[in-house]
């Protein structure tokens, strides 16, 4: 077993799965190959055995490189390595080559794990390893002590506003609030499944790996652009739950899922990534009655902190209350509590482990007195629900005015023609900026009739002056909007 000074870490969690349950299922890739909890810590030790014999040092950062549904190689490369005492930095063959380069880099990476179908990334020299021949290593126990303190993984936010920033993840951070016989009677559950479409090789895919370690259900895996392979794999395995962003909700209504596949399993779309639309909401609880819609306020980089509920059609704007263990302020100008109603930065903190940006000034910037200040803007209500207002980067500011752009996308996705939305200020060349949506249509002749139907519902302050047409939305490989190259591309489009 590996020893570990306190508190739970990672490794902590597998075994006690592995011993509690070990024929149950921890993952399902596309209806097709399963781990067990047993193959999962057995095949993990090896690799762990196998990074030790390779001269692998307590805290030495490497690369997991793995790409497409090859969940089960990511999720034994993943163990193995943090069970071995390094941390793991999660690369993917989708990211540009000048980014790996750059993660690579940042991060002090010393060596590869990869994918036996993969060739190491081409600008690393250093030591690579394709799993298979880390598979085959030591079967005894580990003599490796773990700290919850010691760093499991360097993650990277979304890059939507940027370049991605690298925030430090330690053990303590992801096992917070967790007992061990809390595992004991999950075996004795009736088996459920969750459908996970997510991206493999990034800081969403070790969320995953975390989940499948910690919650009963079986997590099932599949392309996160496949929805009609969505609809077989709920109605296969009778799903119950579903981790969706809003690109996929909205691509499952488009391609109209509900009329081919018996979704009527599902209990929950929990969503992430991004604010959903209300509208899109609707729609979903529509083509799935009786299911909920979830979703919440929080940042990787917050985490564990969050602030959840379920989507209340009457408070189609909030996000809830905090969970158990997160403390939330809706801070002023000053960083004191604002009063009911006032707008305000919306900052969260917890007692666990703290993630810490790599850049020592950057986390100076987003942290107080414990407090991770968001950058994310909101009021409360008389409730003490936080009513979500804008991202801070997306917030528009105009002629002392202060538009939500989610406000104004909201509107937009009630109109049938409105496949995607998105609304931002661009600058205009000698005058102040101006509100921009970009719009994809389902009908390119409806743009006259989605004006006017936005101009009815909104007020002269929040109406875009000017519509973009495009066929779909610039967005990251998690599918979430990239505004910046909106904000670009209108800015090359102003009229003269």
Request: charged letters at 20%.
């Amino acid at each position: 077993m590996t020893r570990t000074a306190s508190a739970l870490v990672l490794s902590d969690v597998l075994e006690r799965r592995a011993a509690d349950d070990p024929d149950g299922m921890a993952f399902n890739v596309d209806g097709g190959a399963v781990l067990h909890f047993a193959d999962w810590e057995r095949r993990s030790r090896a690799v762990a055995h196998a990074l030790l014999d390779a001269g692998l040092r307590h805290g030495d950062r490497v690369a997991l490189w793995f790409s497409g549904l090859d969940w089960i190689g990511y999720a034994i490369g993943y163990l193995g390595l943090v069970r071995a005492g390094g941390t793991a930095v999660h690369l993917n063959d989708g990211m540009p080559p000048s980014e790996v380069d750059r993660r690579l880099a940042e991060c002090g990476v010393s060596r590869v794990v990869h994918a036996d179908r993969l060739s190491p990334p081409a600008g690393f020299a250093g030591p690579a390893h394709p799993l298979s021949t880390l598979d085959r290593g030591a079967g005894g126990p580990l003599d490796v002590a773990l700290r919850p303190d010691d760093i499991v993984d360097i993650a990277y936010t979304s890059g939507t506003t940027g370049p991605a920033r690298a925030y430090t993840v330690p053990h303590g951070n992801l096992t917070f609030g967790r007992k061990l016989e809390a595992f004991q009677g999950f075996r004795d559950l009736p088996a459920t499944h969750m459908l996970v479409p997510m991206l493999l090789g990034s800081s969403t895919s070790a969320t995953c790996v975390n989940s499948a370690l910690s919650a009963q259900p079986t997590s099932v895996v599949c392309d996160q652009h496949d929805v009609e392979r969505m609809g077989e794999l709920i109605e296969q395995f009778k799903v119950t739950s579903i981790a969706i962003t809003p690109w996929i909700a909205i691509q499952m209504l488009a391609a109209g899922i509900a009329e081919r596949h018996d979704l009527s399993s599902l209990k929950t779309f929990f969503n992430g990534s991004a604010p959903m639309p209300p509208a899109v909401a609707l729609r979903l609880m529509a083509m799935v009655p009786g299911a909920q819609v979830g979703g919440g306020c929080s940042q990787s980089e917050a985490g564990p902190a969050l602030v959840f509920t379920m989507f209340n059609p009457a408070k189609p704007f909030s996000v809830g209350r905090p969970i158990p263990g997160t403390e939330l302020r809706v801070a002023d100008k000053h960083g004191e509590p604002a009063a009911q109603g006032q707008l305000g930065e919306i900052w969260l903190r917890h007692q666990a482990p703290r993630k810490l940006h790599v850049d020592p000034e950057l986390s100076a910037a987003v942290r107080a007195d414990g407090w991770y200040r968001t950058g994310d803007y909101g009021r409360l209500d008389a409730d003490g629900e936080l009513l979500f207002f804008d991202r801070g980067a997306d917030l528009i500011r105009l002629d002392g005015a202060v538009v939500s752009s989610l406000e104004v996308e909201a509107v937009l996705y009630e109109h049938d023609a409105v496949r995607e939305a998105a609304v931002f200020a661009a600058p205009r060349p000698g005058s102040a900026p101006e509100i921009v949506a970009a719009v994809a249509l389902s009908d390119p002749g409806a743009l006259a009739d989605v004006e006017a139907f936005a101009a009815g519902r909104l007020t002269a302050a929040q109406a875009p002056v000017r519509y973009l047409t495009v066929d779909t939305l610039p967005r990251t490989l998690n599918g979430k909007v990239l505004k910046r190259e909106l904000r670009e591309r209108a800015g090359a489009q102003v009229p003269a």
